[in-house]
């Protein structure tokens, strides 16, 4: 079975900080993705990696960064948080190329900026 | 205008009823289509692909209708287990990216 972790479920933020989400996948999945979800919204890409080192931004992608240093893992940055970056975080990973493949998501983290 | 829209629901139904979710896409550069299920507070999973022939598991149909950039998900014989979020997936051609409507919420009541 396909695993995608994430390193936290929950976290709680001060405005100004700054924020490492940590995903990591042991499928060996080229592409990896950080979206956030919120009610009423649905899920919104922010950012994507098709390899190691390689990003592109999502629909989303202002105020926040990523890293893909390994292949199984891609890290999200709020270089510094603010309370409208409170949101549910997802990372999926799937295989490229292969468009009639899932997507694979990890359990989420919760994020609360105060 | 989205470019994948759902009717957010909710639709409650008894158990036993059949319900039928629609969803409509606004690229007709898109190659694939999926239903996802998100549990609440749980993350998204694969329920079913979608097939330009239409496709069948056990009490779930989805049907895609190209000309009118239309996808449908039929549950019959709803359960109870079957409350949850059903999300409308479409993958442009060409891209890796998966793109998603806001979801139709299910709610299954005895």
């Known amino acids: 079975d396909v695993k995608v972790t994430q390193s936290s479920r929950y976290l709680v933020k001060r405005t100004g900080e700054k924020v490492f989400l940590e995903c990591v996948q042991d499928m060996d999945h080229e592409n990896m993705f950080w979206y956030r979800q919120d009610p009423g919204l649905g899920l919104r890409l922010i950012y994507f990696?098709?390899?190691?080192?390689?990003?592109e931004k999502g629909d989303i992608p202002e105020g926040y960064s990523v890293s893909r240093e390994k292949k199984e893992r891609f890290s999200l940055i709020l270089e510094s948080a603010s309370t409208n970056q409170t949101s549910m975080y997802l990372c999926?990973?799937?295989?490229?190329?292969?468009?009639?493949?899932?997507?694979?998501f990890g359990p989420g983290t919760r994020l609360l900026v105060l | 205008r989205k470019e994948v829209e759902q009717d957010p629901g909710p639709f409650n139904v008894p158990e036993g009823a059949t319900v039928a979710f629609n969803c409509t896409y606004s690229n007709s550069a898109s190659q694939s289509f999926f239903w996802y299920r998100q549990d609440c507070r749980k993350e998204p999973k694969l329920l079913m692909s979608v097939y330009s022939s239409g496709n069948e598991d056990g009490r779930f149909t989805a049907q895609l209708n190209r000309a009118s950039q239309y996808i449908s998900l039929l549950i019959r014989d709803s359960k109870l287990s079957d409350s949850a979020t059903y999300l409308c997936?479409?993958?442009?051609?060409?891209?890796?990216?998966?793109?998603f409507g806001t979801g139709t919420r299910l709610q299954v009541f005895p």
């Open positions: 999926a990973s799937s295989l490229q190329g292969a468009t009639r493949e899932t997507q694979y």
């Open positions: 990696s098709y390899d190691v080192k390689m990003k």
């Open positions: 997936v479409v993958i442009l051609y060409n891209t890796d990216k998966l793109i």
